[in-house]
């Protein structure tokens, strides 16, 4: 039989019994509430350090309103278009948070952006994607939006007739996010970043605000969808709306800051002046041009050019006019016609290559010639584009071009 009072007694000190009640040792006692006062301590400090965090509590420049200062959401930031906005915004005072998910957007144009501005409450960068409807609460939740410049879109014709429903979710889905919030938010002005592609080939030139849209590519019927909806919105909401439809866009930055950094991937999708700039860099082998029976003066497409710069002007003098309760549309171009042969001389000029060209047949969802009537922005937003010599664009473009050869990587 084993014994358990030797055991006991080896295990334990004896201690006094009251009441049948067993007391702790006077030192064990005092070491639990020293641990207990420990805790109670590192825990209330904890809470002290996050309620002083500016992360926590406290409010930022971007969560709260100033007077006399403009914040401004620029969706697709990072991107070729949006970039040069957010420049441009924050050369004017503007205090700006761009919100882009970089699925085409470059990472290294918002660092040159964070180079140039880095003082606090000017500019700051949100990795979301505007597709996550509980991301974009939580952004416009978390800031103080005067106003949205709303650029994220995926925009390749090409890609559009072969992927059509990433066009879809991406402008009209997503435009629908960004407007419930807009709306819930009470934000006061929107400034969408809308398409001629919208306007499909029309029986008549120049295109004039009030043609017919008849889109005939999924890219120009996404985006068409996307403006039905600001537009039925707007009826009933107080919000400042401006729609502007812009037509091929070329050039960057003068200054060379910026410039156009399309993925590797999405080179064949892209941009012609991206093309006659890969070609001359000897990226590809020669340039394609596809497309040369269209009903033209030399068979080939005819498209409005307009420079980045002037672009993003645009969209500053439509932040500026924007009234409560209305809504302007307006197309945004040169108002004059280039073919892409005359193009792709200017550029061989611009670059001082001699390119090869290919001559294909036709590319699904283009058409044949679209140029802009850009009397209604002159007379409502005296807007007029200024760099309008398609060479001198694609030398500045080129001289970026040339300078990053490997895109926002070689900076």
Known sequence: MLSFSRARSQGRNTRPLTGGMDYLEPKRKTNVMGKVILVVSLTALCIIMLKHAPSFTSPTAFSRSEEGVTHVLVTGG???????????????????????????????????????????????FIYADLGDAKAVE?????????????????????????????????????????????????????????????????????????TPQVPINPYGKAKKMAEDMILDFSKNSDMAVMILRYF??????????????????????????????????????????????????????????????????????ALEKAKPKNVGIYNVGTGKGRSVKEFVEACKKATGVDIKVDFLPRRPGDYAEVYSDPAKILRDLNWSARFTNLQESLEVAWKWQKTHPHGYASS
Not at 84 to 111: E, W
Not at 169 to 194: D, G, P, W
Not at 280 to 308: E, H, M, S
């Open 78 to 124: 990072a991107g070729y278009i949006g970039s040069h906005a957010a420049l441009r915004l924050l050369k004017d005072s503007y205090r700006v948070t761009i919100v882009d998910n970089l699925s085409r957007g470059n990472l290294g144009a918002v660092k040159v952006l964070q180079g140039l501005f880095p003082e606090p409450g000017r500019l700051q």
């Open 138 to 210: 939580k952004i416009f939740s978390e800031n103080a939006f005067d106003a949205v410049m709303h650029f994220a879109a995926v925009a390749y014709v090409g890609e559009s007739t072969l992927d059509p429903l990433k066009y879809y979710h991406n402008i009209t889905s997503n435009t629908l996010v960004v407007l419930e919030a807009v709306a819930r938010h009470k934000v006061k002005k929107l400034i969408y970043s809308s398409t001629c592609a919208t306007y499909g080939e029309p029986d008549k030139m120049p295109i004039v605000e009030v």
């Open 248 to 317: 091929n866009v070329i050039g960057s930055d003068p200054e060379g800051r910026l410039g156009e950094a399309p993925k590797p991937e999405l080179r064949e999708h892209g941009r012609i002046s991206g093309a006659c700039f890969d070609a001359a860099r000897g990226v590809i082998p020669g340039l394609q041009v596809k497309g040369t029976d269209y009903k033209t003066g030399d068979g080939t497409c005819v498209r409005d050019y307009i420079d980045v710069t002037d672009l993003v002007d645009a969209h500053v003098k």
